[in-house]
């Protein structure tokens, strides 16, 4: 971000992303995220700074489109996440880079639109399944809770800063 931006044109710029966060066309909804992006993780903060209002909504709408945009994985193996749309949290014990075609959904045999982001293995809290999922259906901002899953101690030895610590077990590609 150029520092010589002055508060009045940064405050323009970031109030012109913030309305059209709910534009439906996913030709701006990809540019919208792509400009967020060049904010790195300072986005909200900015806009506090700038005292521009974000509901929750809007919070989360921003972090699906930076998480959509981005091609690099941003949570990490051990990591605790709830999954954005069916609410379940789960611990990471693998990452794709992009998304797989051995992991179809054997119910629906369709292959994701968004496929260009990093997809996870995730273990699933309170079960015995694992899934797989997009980075932007994913929240990796909640607090460390326990994950009650069989295969929780097959893929990890102990805990550590809050993020479970991965052994050498190989995750079944």
């Known amino acids: ?5 002055t508060d009045s044109t940064l405050y323009n710029r970031i109030n012109s992303l913030v309305s059209l966060i709910d534009d439906p066309s996913p030709v701006v909804q990809k540019h919208i995220g792509k400009a967020i992006i060049q904010y790195d993780d300072k986005f ?3 806009c506090q700074k700038l005292q521009i209002y ?8 921003i972090n699906r489109l930076i998480n959509q945009n981005n091609t690099q994985p941003i949570y990490k193996i051990g990591q605790i996440i709830k999954h954005i749309r069916y609410g379940y949290t789960g611990v990471i014990v693998d990452i794709d880079t992009k998304f797989n075609s051995k992991f179809i959904l054997k119910t629906t045999h369709k292959k994701p639109t ?9 273990l699933v809290n309170q079960s015995d399944t694992a899934t797989y999922a997009a980075q932007s259906s994913l929240n990796g901002n909640i607090p460390f809770q326990e994950v009650i899953n069989p295969d929780v101690a097959t893929f990890f030895d102990s805990v550590k800063s809050n993020y479970y610590i991965r052994n050498n077990k190989p995750w079944i590609k």
């Open 1 to 5: 971000m150029n520092d010589t931006i």
């Open 114 to 122: 968004n496929t260009n982001q990093p997809w996870y293995h995730i």
């Open 54 to 61: 974000l509901s929750q909504t809007d919070k989360e709408h």
């Open 44 to 46: 909200e903060a900015i």
